[in-house]
């Protein structure tokens, strides 16, 4: 595979150097067998410039600030996630009781995790918020940031979190439907899951795709 990689970019930079254009160039690699991600990301290691010869963008490495800043912004996006859905479940819990439980819900226990969630999220929603400016301005500044390793492979990782969160939230949903015991109660819990993970997602989504058009 890194052979092939590299007879990919040495034909793209003796095809540029020759004079052939991007479009043509690229046309002869997707008739070849190359996919058209393959190419877009060949010629992209190139600038679209008039100069004689072609002219390298700069490669995007990856440094240890960067790892630490993005592992920093999505582990602060995954506790405001889940204390934010623990946080709506308390709410469920305090304001639709379940009539066969014992105890009454709002009990010390409850109160603990209430206390627990709302200090978490006093924490961890603003630090993802700043962090997230901090990178915006990064990649307004620096656009070959966008297509950071790390941000991308945990990008994908959220995606693919929020994806499995809602398909159980539905398949839940379904069968208690199904079985007849589909309550306010689970309904609104199943809403609280799939509005966080779809909010998520469709974030995110949005971001790659916004990515590949800049690209």
């Not at 679209?48 to 002219?55: A, G």
Request: aromatic share 14%.
């Amino acid at each position: 595979m890194a052979a092939g990689l590299t007879a990919l970019e040495r034909f793209v930079h003796q095809s540029l150097a020759s004079g052939h254009s991007r479009q043509n160039t690229a046309q002869a690699l997707v008739a070849a067998g190359w996919s058209e991600a393959q190419v877009r990301g060949a010629l992209g290691a190139y600038a679209d410039s008039d100069f004689p010869v072609p002219v390298p963008r700069p490669r995007v490495s990856v440094s240890a600030r960067e790892t630490f800043v993005y592992l920093l912004t999505f582990s602060a996006l995954y506790v405001v996630a889940f204390h934010l859905c623990d946080l709506w479940f308390d709410l469920i819990g305090f304001y639709l009781p379940d009539a066969i439980e014992e105890y009454p819900y709002w009990n010390d226990g409850v109160d603990d995790s209430l206390r627990s969630s709302v200090a978490a999220l006093a924490v961890a929603f603003p630090l993802f918020a700043w962090l997230c400016h901090r990178i915006d301005a990064d990649v307004r500044r620096n656009p070959g940031h966008r297509l950071s390793p790390v941000r991308r492979w945990l990008t994908y990782l959220t995606l693919f979190l929020a994806a499995a969160a809602l398909i159980c939230d539905a398949a839940a949903l379904l069968y208690h439907w199904l079985d007849g015991e589909l309550s306010l109660r689970f309904g609104l819990k199943a809403l609280a899951v799939a509005t966080i993970a779809g909010s998520a997602f469709g974030y995110y989504m949005r971001d790659l795709q916004r990515e590949e058009t800049q690209a």
